[in-house]
């Protein structure tokens, strides 16, 4: 489950402070649970807008120790099924900016992109999305 604890308007965007509510999180080596919380940091993930304004969720991630002595990983960051552990940008934003690279030419994925307010930011953003896209399918 994830908590929303705040969402601030700072035009033009709109930032939601989240965290996840689990008490425990999995190592993913040993597969062992653990509550032993080692410390915490934050994570800007670029979200859909919200009615024309940039949205941007600020997670809250905790790191965690595994309690298991003969696991190689000793501290390891809670995950979350939605959002990737790395990632930039959620799930469905990813997927957007894919379709949008599979059904355009790249200059003119772009320009949509900044028209539905999910610009990636630099030009080899959809055109990687198209690729992997391709690639994998």
Do not use: W
Request: glycine content about 2%; some cysteine; hydrophobic content about 35%.
């Amino acid at each position: 489950k994830v908590r929303v604890s705040n969402i601030e308007f700072k035009p033009p965007t709109i930032h939601i402070y989240a965290s996840l509510t689990g008490k425990r999180a999995k190592c993913p080596v040993c597969k062992e649970y653990s509550y032993s919380v080692h410390d915490r940091y934050d994570r800007a993930i670029m979200d859909l807008p919200v009615f024309q304004y940039d949205s941007i969720i600020i997670l809250t991630a905790r790191k965690f120790k595994c309690r298991n002595d003969n696991c190689k990983r000793k501290v390891f960051t809670e995950q979350n099924d939605n959002i990737l552990p790395y990632a930039r940008r959620t799930d469905r934003v990813t997927r957007l900016l894919s379709d949008i690279a599979i059904e355009m030419a790249t200059g003119s994925g772009r320009m949509l992109s900044e028209k539905l307010l999910i610009n990636p930011k630099n030009s080899p953003t959809l055109l990687k999305y198209g690729c992997n896209v391709l690639y994998l399918n």
